[in-house]
């Protein structure tokens, strides 16, 4: 099992830049597939990103495409997300998930593993 702790988010102006981290526990996070999804007042919940856990390959969703990119430091069992040119509506909360079996990527059906999110505010 793994657990996973969000960190990094806030109120942010349009234009700005924001970094989430995602924090691990266990000493096999290499092992695990990692994802980032949001949910926006009023909306179901999405895919982000996402990286694999063993090329390391990359996927987006189309809003974030050129804007957000995942990466991940497995000697710190962190995954990060950075976000620039913030627009209003990337406005969410943002979860990081887990899993070590992983047939898509962009689907949070996938993920067994969920942290409890952080809050990431852009204001007009």
């Known amino acids: 099992q793994v657990q996973l702790v969000e960190s990094g988010g806030g109120l942010v102006q349009a234009g700005d830049s924001l970094r989430l981290s995602c924090a691990a526990s266990?000493?096999?996070?290499?092992?695990?597939?990692m994802g980032w999804f949001r949910q926006g007042p009023g909306k179901e919940r999405e895919f982000v990103a996402a990286?694999?856990?063993?090329?390391?390959?990359?996927y987006y969703g189309d809003s974030v495409k050129g804007r957000f990119t995942i990466s991940r430091d497995n000697a710190k069992n962190t995954v990060y997300l950075q976000m620039n040119s913030l627009k209003p509506e990337d406005t969410a909360v943002y979860y990081c998930?887990?899993?070590?079996?992983?047939?898509?990527?962009?689907?949070?059906?996938?993920?067994?593993?969920w942290g409890q999110g952080t809050q990431v505010t852009v204001s007009s």
């Open positions: 266990g000493r096999t996070f290499s092992s695990y597939n």
């Open positions: 990286i694999t856990r063993r090329n390391g390959n990359t």
């Open positions: 998930a887990a899993d070590r079996y992983i047939v898509v990527p962009t689907a949070q059906s996938n993920y067994n593993y």
